[in-house]
């Protein structure tokens, strides 16, 4: 499966955005997709996840009720919603696939990654 992110921006303290995960290929319906993200200086750090069969999800401590992953099958896309941003959840953003997965927080189980898409947040 390939994937490409998009939806990223400029937003001010407080504001929303919804990233988007558009994947390709058949084996979409049976991977997980994983969000990550990396800040400039940071280590690559998990930010949510959906399972393959969409009834888990999993979210990093600094983003839980926050930020919401889901999926549409039938568009082939999972969605970052980002509400109430604050200026350290400036990043790259990046989706990633890990066929049948459960949506572990485990970067390594996730072997398809789509480019980034950069998110910046002003206070």
């Known amino acids: 499966v390939q994937l490409q992110a998009s939806g990223g921006g400029l937003v001010q303290a407080g504001g929303s955005l919804r990233l988007s995960c558009a994947a390709s290929?058949?084996?979409?319906?049976?991977?997980?997709i994983g969000w990550f993200r990396q800040a400039p200086g940071k280590e690559r750090e998990f930010v949510g996840a959906?399972?393959?069969?969409?009834?888990?999800?999993n979210y990093a401590g600094s983003v839980k009720g926050r930020f919401t992953v889901s999926r549409d099958n039938a568009k082939n896309t999972v969605y970052l919603q980002m509400n109430s941003l604050e200026p350290e959840d400036t990043a790259v953003y990046y989706c990633?696939?890990?066929?049948w997965g459960s949506g572990t927080d485990n970067e390594y189980a996730y072997k398809n990654w789509g480019q980034g898409t950069q998110v910046t947040v002003s206070s």
């Open positions: 990633a696939a890990d066929q």
């Open positions: 290929g058949r084996t979409f319906s049976s991977a997980a």
């Open positions: 959906i399972s393959w069969s969409g009834i888990s999800t």
